[in-house]
């Protein structure tokens, strides 16, 4: 079956520094992937996509390599702002799922100032 | 501005009570899912609709009740079946083909007195 793994967290950075936060998956097909951003108290909010092997997604300063030999989608952004505190998850959707999302369990990031 | 809504946003059950939480999209997407979301587990799935008078079972359906009578609202009931019921709510919508993204709500946190 299709899964997705996130490393552990929690994930705390002072304000400007570098972010990788990583993900892998395992997915029968050629699956759609997804990093959704949470910001507490409320729902998730799409944050980019790949749809295809070496798609480059970003967002916001954030950005994912689909990188297929690696099965990974790594979430990067070169300097963080307080603002990007918030859980960060990944998601896949496989084709042959009726446009379902498997998630990872989510990181969640503190920024200091 | 299109998107979901969901009600109330803080929900409070007795023991022995069923209660229903909204959902309604005006995004006039096809399909629509429900997860139930607990603090270190990312989100679970509890049913999903592909089209109007349609649903399947998540991964996590026992105790719970769905309905697909319009396009554009997909309420939850959660039973006096569901011994654990506390979690927050999400409730999600896609245009239901492969590659599109789910689209979420901002949650309801249901509670037991």
């Known amino acids: 079956g299709n899964s997705v793994t996130q490393m552990e967290g929690p994930v705390t950075l002072s304000e400007e520094a570098f972010l990788t936060i990583n993900c892998t998956y395992t997915a029968t097909g050629y699956p759609s992937l997804f990093w959704y951003v949470q910001y507490p108290g409320e729902g998730l909010q799409l944050l980019l996509k790949?749809?295809?092997?070496?798609d480059k997604g970003s967002n916001k300063g954030f950005e994912a390599t689909y990188r297929k030999e690696t099965t990974s989608f790594h979430l990067e952004k070169g300097s963080v702002q307080v603002s990007d505190s918030a859980v960060y998850f990944c998601?896949?959707?496989?084709?042959?799922?009726?446009?379902?999302?498997?998630f990872g369990k989510g990181i969640t990031l503190s920024v200091r100032p | 501005d299109g998107g979901i809504t969901q009600s109330p946003k803080y929900l409070f059950r007795k023991e022995g009570q069923n209660v229903t939480l909204s959902c309604e999209q005006n995004?006039?997407?096809?399909?629509m899912y429900w997860y139930r979301q607990d603090p270190g587990q990312g989100l679970r799935l509890i049913y999903y609709s592909q089209i109007v008078n349609d649903f399947q079972k998540g991964d996590i359906a026992e105790g719970y009740s769905v309905s697909r009578e319009k396009k554009e609202s997909f309420p939850l009931t959660v039973t006096s079946a569901q011994k654990n019921p506390t979690a927050f709510y999400l409730c999600?919508?896609?245009?239901?083909?492969?590659?599109?993204?789910?689209?979420f709500g901002d949650g309801t946190r249901l509670s037991i007195l």
């Open positions: 995004l006039n997407h096809d399909a």
């Open positions: 999600a919508s896609s245009m239901g083909r492969e590659h599109q993204p789910q689209h």
């Open positions: 790949a749809t295809k092997a070496d």
């Open positions: 998601a896949l959707s496989d084709p042959g799922a009726n446009s379902k999302l498997t």
